[in-house]
């Protein structure tokens, strides 16, 4: 089984900054992607930021420009730098990844519980 344990997140001012990170433990063999998603309430829940094993990134349309994402492979973890925060991106963060087991070597999804991240003065 594989775990995933974010941290970072919180209430921030408009125009301040946040840092997410999101671990994995457990039977993992290789991480493919990592990715951050979140919701809002009421809204359907959209990807925030990707990146791949070899480093390429993605981006959601609103946060260009202002978010980063960045992987640690040998610790697992993959981080989201967040500056010039807006109210509009108060919501719940959740992070993902592809994970290859060690036991079974099948590949699959797993998600974080979820930070709050909350803009607003």
């Known amino acids: 089984q594989v775990q995933l344990v974010e941290s970072g997140g919180g209430l921030v001012q408009p125009g301040g900054s946040l840092r997410l990170s999101c671990a994995a433990s457990g039977s993992i063999f290789t991480i493919n992607s990592m990715g951050w998603y979140r919701q809002a309430p009421g809204k359907e829940r959209e990807l925030v930021a990707g990146i791949t094993v070899g480093g390429r990134t993605n981006y959601g349309d609103s946060v260009k420009g202002r978010f980063t994402i960045s992987r640690d492979s040998a610790k697992n973890t993959v981080y989201l730098q967040m500056n010039s925060l807006k109210p509009e991106d108060t919501a719940v963060y959740c992070c993902?990844?592809?994970?290859?087991?060690?036991?079974?070597?099948?590949?699959?999804?797993?998600w974080g519980q979820g930070t709050q991240v909350t803009v607003s003065s």
């Open positions: 993902n990844m592809v994970v290859r087991s060690s036991s079974s070597r099948l590949q699959k999804d797993y």
